[in-house]
């Protein structure tokens, strides 16, 4: 079955730019979606399609996706970033969702 | 506005079913599909299935086939997803989120509910 694999943990001081990878088998192939989960909160899509934006997400967040890799990059980041990110993509009809990685702001 | 109201809190004992209940605002129903993902405690997401509100037809995930049944009421625009022969692993929040276009799959999740805590308990 599909995997994508998420690094668990990844840390960025207030300004500067967080990075959080998502890694599966030719996922460039396919269409890469991000979420943000804020703690006892349901998630938000903040990327859809690789690299688009829902309106009201800030454009510090973006994101690409080739190869075996999509990336969510968020520019300037702020203590309100402070999360729990997915990345989440289909396989055979089926959608596949990432570990998760928290992002910590210090 | 759209919005995804899910019904409240239950409790359940082994071996017992749990029907949970997804009622949807601001759009027309039978337009979009809609998924069930769940999250234990401290766990990642996990995706039970999708539903069509138009046909009614159903994709679940293979761990939770046998198990799981998606049904839905147009009348009311409410999905609906019950979950049999609990046990204690399936304590978890429970969401329901809109899907992309029906006949254009493989879209974004991009509006949930605010999520259903399912304890599984003796």
């Known amino acids: 079955s599909y995997e994508l694999a998420q690094p668990p943990s990844v840390s960025v001081s207030p300004g500067q730019t967080a990075s959080i990878t998502c890694s599966g088998d030719?996922?460039?192939?396919?269409?890469a979606f991000w979420y943000q989960q804020k703690t006892g909160q349901s998630p938000v899509l903040v990327i859809y399609?690789?690299?688009k934006r829902p309106s009201g997400i800030p454009e510090r967040f973006s994101g690409s996706n080739s190869g075996n890799t999509a990336t969510l990059t968020i520019s300037g980041t702020q203590a309100m970033d402070e999360a729990d990110y997915y990345c989440q993509t289909w396989d055979s009809s089926t959608v596949i969702f990432g570990g998760g990685t928290k992002l910590t702001v210090l | 506005q759209v919005q995804l109201v899910q019904s409240g809190a239950e409790v359940r004992k082994p071996g017992a079913s749990v029907k949970v209940s997804c009622k949807t605002f601001g759009y027309t129903f039978s337009n979009y599909y809609l998924h069930w993902v769940r999250q234990a405690p401290g766990q990642g997401l996990e995706w039970m299935g999708i539903i069509n509100p138009r046909s009614g037809s159903t994709t679940y995930a293979q761990k939770f086939q046998g198990r799981v049944t998606m049904t839905r009421d147009t009348s009311t625009s409410t999905v609906y997803m019950e979950l049999t022969n609990l046990r204690s692993e399936d304590t978890a929040v429970y969401h329901c989120?809109?899907?992309?276009?029906?006949?254009?799959?493989?879209?974004?999740?991009?509006?949930w509910g605010q999520g259903t805590v399912v304890t599984v308990s003796s």
């Open positions: 030719k996922l460039g192939d396919k269409y």
């Open positions: 989120a809109r899907g992309g276009r029906v006949a254009a799959t493989e879209n974004a999740l991009d509006v």
């Open positions: 399609e690789d690299n």
